[in-house]
């Protein structure tokens, strides 16, 4: 990785820094003990606390004088702060949203650069967290229901289905991904109500599933085809239910910060134009949510199988390496046919394949359909890349909004979660410029920035404008 881990305790993110980032929670009188410390110190002992991803200052910045992480200048200091102190917006000025500043702080003439408010309006849930949607879910529980559950979806305003090839037949492991990825999707911040809907004979009963639902909070209905008396009456009892949550909803909209946003980002394809272009520029989007307090959920097990060892040295938690040693056994246990991703994954360095989240530790490595532990950073989803099994793990992980990085251009989005298409090939772009949010060749961080906050604050995405969707759910067994 790029960057040198001081005592297992931060991150110095490039020569000539003044800052370091916490990559586990510190305590006041903590000593952080290096060679590698910026100028002649070979300790730093913490001022204060410092939680999981926050600065701390490894030198004396004067007052006036600019702040360094990442090599470049994020701010300068509004007043003198010590080494060991905690670095944030008491003490420092930030740069971004500074079009008078260029790269190197400097004040600059000229036309300034798109940049981020920092804030989004967003609907606030009372089970907690904030969503950039306001869906009304109609959940079939089983693949018998998802004609039923779409009809249904079709005739109330803000509701949207989630049709899928599960639910029946399903054995052990399988079954149960199956459920868990259900509820979450169902408990994503962007769905403020859910009626699940059955047919009455199924592995997954739409009343386990809707009580499941309701136990997260959610407002929740259910109704299953045999005993509503076929498909018909099933249809016009589920509207009628479906109606009546999406009038309980509140769409009033609250202005949070950044540090609300949980960002999902599924690299679809290792080719060059993504590995060289678009990665990297997604991955300093990532590292400036994630520096806000946000939280980042990263999708592709074919990287994390290839380079589970190596990533391990990058986990912030003792959690987060049993998880990737379990990854790394599984590998090796579990021979399957090998996909070109795959080929790519292992062909690629650790460096190469992690560059989608920059430089940040690993705090979690979720299971298919989980949600992670912890309220910022960055966690890795069990999902592979294929983008529609990936998505889904997102939005059943908590991501409000998807960046989807594309070499082919797959114009599909999700159903619960925007989809921001970000692509570093230009003949795709240039192909399907009206399917494609972003060309990651001619966009500056900022800029891509700045349309993910657009993106959470309510504007539509060129996949969400055309109304396309995709959702799909992986397996883990056959089905009988």
């Known amino acids: 990785m790029k960057g040198v881990v001081l005592d297992d305790a ?9 800052v370091v980032t ?64 905690w ?11 500074r079009g008078d500043l260029g790269e190197d702080g400097v004040t600059r003439d000229g ?21 950039a949607r306001n869906r009304v879910l109609v959940v079939p529980s089983v693949i018998c229901s998802h004609t039923v559950a779409d009809r249904i979806a079709s005739e109330v305003p803000a509701a949207v289905s989630t049709p899928h090839d599960h639910g029946c037949g399903q054995l052990g492991s399988d079954s149960e991904q199956t459920e868990r990825t ?21 592995t997954v009963q739409s009343d386990g599933l809707a009580k499941s639902i309701a136990d997260r909070g959610v407002p929740v209905a259910a109704v299953e085809i045999q005993r509503a008396g076929g498909t018909d009456a099933c249809r016009r009892v589920g509207i009628d239910r479906a109606t009546d949550l999406l009038e309980r909803t509140d769409a009033t909209r609250t202005t949070v910060g950044l540090d609300a946003a949980t960002i999902g980002v599924v690299s679809s394809d290792l080719r060059p134009s993504t590995l060289e272009t678009a990665d990297p520029l997604v991955g300093r989007v990532v590292e400036r949510i994630v520096d806000a307090g946000g939280r980042a959920l990263i999708a592709g097990n074919e990287r994390i199988d290839a380079h589970a060892d190596a990533l391990r040295e990058r986990a912030a938690t003792g959690d987060a390496r049993d998880r990737l040693d379990a990854v790394a056994n599984r590998a090796t246990d579990s021979p399957t046919a090998v996909t070109e991703t795959q080929l790519r994954a292992a062909e690629a360095t650790v460096s190469e394949v992690s560059r989608s989240w920059g430089d940040l530790p690993v705090r979690d490595v979720l299971e298919y359909g989980r ?15 294929a983008f529609d099994e990936a998505a889904t793990a997102l939005a059943a992980a908590g991501a409000q909004v998807v960046i989807h990085v594309t070499a082919d251009g797959i114009p599909a989005g999700h159903p619960i979660v925007p989809v921001l298409k970000i692509t570093g090939d230009r ?42 969707t995709s959702f799909a759910i992986t397996r883990v067994g056959p089905s009988i």
């Open 10 to 18: 931060a991150v110095l993110l490039a020569d000539g820094d003044t």
């Open 22 to 85: 916490a990559i586990t929670d510190l305590e006041t009188g903590r000593s952080i003990t290096s060679d590698d410390l910026p100028g002649a110190r070979s300790a730093v002992t913490l001022a204060e606390s410092i939680e999981f991803g926050h600065t701390v200052a490894v030198t004396t910045i004067e007052a006036g004088e600019p702040v360094y992480k990442y090599g470049a200048v994020i701010g300068h200091a509004s007043e003198r702060i010590e080494p060991g102190e």
């Open 87 to 97: 670095v944030h917006t008491h003490n420092c000025e930030s740069n971004r949203g």
């Open 111 to 131: 036309d300034a650069d798109v940049t981020s408010s920092g804030t989004f309006a967003a609907f606030e849930r009372e089970r907690g967290g904030v969503g």
């Open 182 to 202: 259900l509820v979450g999707v169902a408990t994503n911040p962007n769905v403020a109500g859910a009626l699940a809907v059955g047919l009455g004979c199924e």
């Open 371 to 385: 949600r992670p532990t912890h309220d910022t950073g960055v966690a890795l989803v069990d999902a592979p890349s």
């Open 427 to 468: 003949d795709t772009y240039d192909a399907l410029r009206d399917d494609i949010d972003a060309f990651a060749g001619a966009t500056t961080c900022d800029e891509l920035l700045e349309t993910v906050r657009s993106v959470l604050d309510g504007e539509p995405t060129c996949a969400e404008r055309h109304g396309v």
